[in-house]
Nanobody, 122 residues
Framework: QVQLVESGGGLVQAGGSLRLSCATS????????MGWFRQAPGKERAFVAA????????YYADSVKGRFTISRDNARNTVYLEMNSLKPEDTAVYYC???????????????WGQGTQVTVSS
């Protein structure tokens, strides 16, 4: 079992930045690929970014490419999402997830956090 706890969300003006963290506990963090997803009101949960167990090969949804950066610190059992140049359309609950392989598909992740709200005002 893996427990995931997100933090770092909040209210920010358009153009601003936030850094989300996802702290994990339980089974060995470094075995898992990690992903970030988001869910806006009335919409399905959507892929944002993912990173392999080694920290290599991060990849992103087109909507955040060049603005968001995913990283991980296996010594701290934590994954991060640095978000810059935020837009109102980035407003959503952000979730981190752990899975066995690098993927943009929700069903390929086995463990999920409870989410953290990010609100970007115009």
């Amino acid at each position: 079992q893996v427990q995931l706890v997100e933090s770092g969300g909040g209210l920010v003006q358009a153009g601003g930045s936030l850094r989300l963290s996802c702290a994990t506990s339980g089974r060995t963090f470094s075995r898992y690929a990690m992903g970030w997803f988001r869910q806006a009101p009335g919409k399905e949960r959507a892929f944002v970014a993912a990173i392999s167990w080694s920290g290599m090969s991060p990849y992103y949804a087109d909507s955040v490419k060049g603005r968001f950066t995913i990283s991980r610190d296996n010594a701290r059992n934590t994954v991060y999402l640095e978000m810059n140049s935020l837009k109102p359309e980035d407003t959503a609950v952000y979730y981190c997830a752990a899975g066995g392989g690098l993927s943009r598909r929700r069903y390929e992740y086995d463990y999920w956090g409870q989410g953290t709200q990010v609100t970007v005002s115009s």
